[in-house]
């Protein structure tokens, strides 16, 4: 998040077995959101903090089926996520995950394995086609509208083998509604919690993703990023996730912000699960312009890159300036910076020389394209509403359960915007992106050769406030978001039990050596802690 950043990113960050919402859910949409944090303990789990690999060695040894897996997952959003704490991550459920796992379960029994998420239950984020359910973007607006295709990236999944189990909760719109939202809340699916401490903020916009795979609702998730939506979810709820280049996972059949920095992205629980998930979904896409750039090969194994000696020799940059805001953050900072060193790297200082000077432009850019690639969305998909301006009606008309809280001035500001002819929007687009990428990123990393970038990806969740809104303290990933490069973000401490990540930002198409140096970090610092749903932070003296 930058300052405009943090205020763009905060905008940015923007249930069992049925295709309606679960009890929870179901409830209007501002008591969903104001339920005190129940102290209700999450019952054992039998696949806490499993892996992919755990979890298919068991599935080719025949002690565990992809049904039997299945309906744990099921079980236990059914358990904690519409009951016990109510995390309220996850919107809607598959009611095909289990015929699905079925069907891959007989394909193992025959010899046919797809890969290694062959019945493997995936959640994806709710502005992703994926039959039959619902894609809504969190808007009632959405609320009946049921693609009649899978996203691009959804049948990669599935021809892959994955078991796609549901869609979760997201900041309505992708926090791109109101300047003053608050992240994780939406009509449809209300507010979601930290599984760390239910007072607290998920993060967004792919908040539901965060939590869910925090909290063990499956075991990998797909979150999608226009500035900070999956690394900042993902560094709260103490998770990898990664945000690719833009181009290189396709963005087709989701429901968009801005073509120039819009892109999905993995979120899991350790960097191995992570390049698994990135390795399947990350493919050229006819439809997908932003595929004709690739200048990377159409198929990388990114588990061959889990390399734990990849920070011998490498040499990184520490990007002080995105550092200050909060002592926790900093203290975890300088202990990754001296386990970098302990690893083989050299560690540099460095600076993004432009830093904060493409932010004016970056906001433009996003209300012109939001207003263009939304109404393409929402007419090549036949959604119910079909304009901007229908929207912004829509929820006039529904304000008691669409705008309870905050409005929707962003929605007002981009459609006051022409078309993406206009000398003003070209101007910012190209502005943004320079002063993010070749005088940004890449001159910070030219100037001393360097393998990555390295910032505090977040500050700690802070308390969720429908009154005041968002307000975090700082980040420090927003370049790699307006220069469309890739971060990935590592968890790599905590404060008073609040995960913190650090994020490492390569130059394009470098989501191999970031898969090298995240894991190499991880497997030198085992820094994630599994959640403990918590009413509220303990501020318990430290030992």
Same mark, same amino acid.
């Given at each position: 998040?930058h300052?405009?950043?943090?205020?763009?990113?905060?905008?940015l960050?923007?249930?069992?077995?049925a295709?309606?919402?679960s009890?929870?859910q179901?409830?209007?949409?501002?008591?969903?959101?104001s339920?005190?944090?129940?102290?209700?303990?999450?019952?054992?789990f039998?696949?806490?903090?499993?892996d992919?690999?755990?979890?298919?060695?068991?599935?080719?040894?025949?002690?565990?089926?992809?049904?039997?897996?299945?309906?744990?997952?099921?079980?236990?959003?059914?358990?904690?996520?519409?009951?016990?704490?109510?995390?309220?991550?996850?919107?809607?459920?598959?009611?095909?995950?289990?015929?699905?796992?079925?069907?891959?379960?007989?394909?193992?029994?025959?010899g046919?394995?797809?890969?290694?998420l062959?019945?493997i239950?995936?959640?994806?984020?709710d502005?992703?086609?994926?039959m039959?359910?619902?894609?809504?973007?969190?808007?009632?607006?959405?609320?009946?509208?049921?693609?009649?295709?899978d996203?691009?990236?959804?049948?990669?999944?599935?021809?892959?083998?994955?078991?796609?189990?549901?869609?979760?909760?997201?900041?309505?719109w992708?926090?791109?509604?109101?300047?003053?939202?608050?992240?994780?809340?939406?009509g449809?699916?209300?507010?979601?919690?930290?599984?760390?401490?239910?007072?607290?903020?998920?993060?967004g916009?792919?908040?539901?993703?965060g939590?869910?795979?925090?909290?063990n609702?499956?075991?990998v998730?797909?979150?999608?990023?226009?500035?900070?939506?999956?690394?900042?979810?993902?560094?709260?709820?103490?998770?990898?996730g990664?945000?690719?280049t833009?181009?290189?996972?396709?963005r087709?059949g989701?429901?968009?912000?801005s073509?120039?920095q819009?892109?999905a992205?993995?979120?899991?629980?350790?960097?191995?699960?992570?390049?698994?998930?990135?390795?399947?979904?990350?493919a050229?896409?006819?439809?997908?312009?932003?595929?004709?750039?690739?200048?990377?090969?159409?198929a990388?194994?990114?588990?061959?890159?889990?390399?734990?000696d990849?920070?011998?020799?490498?040499r990184?940059?520490v990007?002080?300036?995105?550092m200050?805001?909060?002592?926790?953050?900093?203290?975890?900072?300088?202990?990754?910076?001296?386990?970098l060193?302990?690893?083989?790297?050299?560690?540099?200082?460095?600076?993004?020389?432009?830093?904060?000077?493409?932010d004016?432009?970056?906001?433009?850019?996003?209300l012109?394209?939001f207003k /263009?690639?939304? !109404? =393409?969305? %929402? $007419?090549a998909?036949?959604?119910?509403?079909?304009t901007? #301006?229908?929207?912004?009606?829509?929820?006039?008309?529904?304000a008691?359960?669409?705008?309870?809280?905050?409005?929707?001035?962003?929605?007002?500001q981009?459609?006051?915007?022409?078309p993406?002819?206009?000398?003003?929007?070209?101007?910012?687009?190209?502005?943004?992106?320079?002063l993010?990428?070749?005088?940004?990123?890449?001159?910070?990393?030219k100037?001393?050769?360097?393998?990555?970038?390295?910032?505090?990806s977040?500050?700690?969740?802070?308390p969720?406030?429908?009154?005041?809104?968002?307000?975090?303290?700082?980040?420090?990933?927003?370049a790699?978001?307006?220069?469309?490069?890739?971060?990935?973000?590592i968890p790599?401490g905590?404060?008073?039990?609040?995960?913190?990540g650090?994020?490492?930002?390569?130059p /394009?198409?470098? !989501? =191999?050596? %970031? $898969?090298?140096?995240?894991?190499?970090?991880?497997q030198a #610092?085992?820094?994630?802690k599994?959640?403990?749903?918590?009413p509220?932070?303990s501020?318990?003296?430290?030992?």
């Amino acid at each position: 998040m930058h300052r405009l950043s943090l205020t763009i990113s905060l905008l940015l960050l923007a249930g069992c077995q049925a295709t309606s919402q679960s009890p929870s859910q179901q409830a209007p949409s501002q008591d969903a959101a104001s339920k005190p944090a129940s102290t209700a303990a999450a019952p054992a789990f039998a696949f806490e903090e499993a892996d992919v690999a755990s979890l298919q060695a068991k599935m080719a040894d025949g002690s565990l089926s992809s049904r039997a897996l299945t309906q744990a997952y099921l079980d236990r959003i059914a358990a904690i996520d519409d009951a016990g704490p109510m995390l309220n991550a996850v919107i809607e459920t598959n009611p095909d995950a289990l015929k699905d796992a079925d069907a891959l379960d007989a394909e193992r029994k025959a010899g046919k394995l797809r890969g290694p998420l062959h019945g493997i239950p995936v959640l994806l984020k709710d502005n992703i086609d994926a039959m039959p359910m619902v894609n809504s973007a969190g808007s009632l607006a959405l609320a009946n509208h049921h693609p009649k295709t899978d996203a691009f990236l959804v049948q990669r999944l599935r021809e892959a083998g994955a078991v796609i189990l549901g869609k979760t909760n997201l900041s309505e719109w992708a926090n791109f509604r109101s300047t003053r939202s608050t992240s994780g809340w939406s009509g449809r699916g209300g507010q979601t919690k930290s599984p760390y401490a239910l007072d607290r903020n998920p993060c967004g916009s792919s908040a539901g993703t965060g939590t869910a795979i925090a909290a063990n609702l499956a075991s990998v998730g797909i979150g999608t990023e226009t500035d900070g939506s999956i690394i900042c979810p993902s560094a709260v709820a103490g998770l990898v996730g990664i945000k690719p280049t833009v181009g290189l996972v396709s963005r087709s059949g989701i429901i968009p912000i801005s073509h120039s920095q819009d892109t999905a992205g993995p979120m899991a629980r350790n960097v191995a699960d992570a390049a698994a998930l990135l390795t399947v979904i990350a493919a050229a896409d006819p439809n997908d312009a932003a595929s004709a750039e690739r200048t990377t090969p159409d198929a990388i194994d990114y588990t061959t890159h889990l390399k734990a000696d990849a920070l011998k020799g490498a040499r990184i940059g520490v990007v002080r300036k995105l550092m200050g805001y909060q002592p926790d953050v900093d203290a975890s900072m300088e202990r990754a910076i001296a386990a970098l060193k302990a690893a083989g790297a050299t560690v540099v200082d460095a600076e993004i020389p432009t830093a904060g000077k493409w932010d004016d432009a970056e906001y433009q850019v996003l209300l012109y394209e939001f207003k /263009a690639d939304l !109404e =393409a969305y %929402l $007419v090549a998909s036949d959604a119910p509403i079909k304009t901007l #301006t229908g929207l912004i009606e829509f929820n006039k008309a529904n304000a008691a359960t669409e705008m309870p809280y905050f409005g929707q001035e962003i929605f007002e500001q981009a459609n006051a915007k022409g078309p993406l002819t206009d000398a003003a929007y070209i101007a910012a687009r190209d502005k943004a992106r320079k002063l993010a990428g070749p005088d940004g990123i890449m001159a910070a990393l030219k100037k001393q050769n360097l393998d990555a970038l390295v910032a505090p990806s977040m500050s700690p969740a802070w308390p969720t406030d429908l009154i005041n809104a968002d307000h975090s303290t700082g980040s420090g990933y927003g370049a790699a978001a307006v220069a469309r490069t890739p971060s990935i973000t590592i968890p790599m401490g905590d404060s008073h039990g609040l995960p913190l990540g650090i994020t490492f930002m390569g130059p /394009a198409w470098s !989501e =191999a050596r %970031l $898969v090298e140096l995240g894991y190499a970090f991880e497997q030198a #610092t085992k820094a994630r802690k599994a959640p403990h749903f918590l009413p509220t932070v303990s501020f318990e003296p430290k030992k």
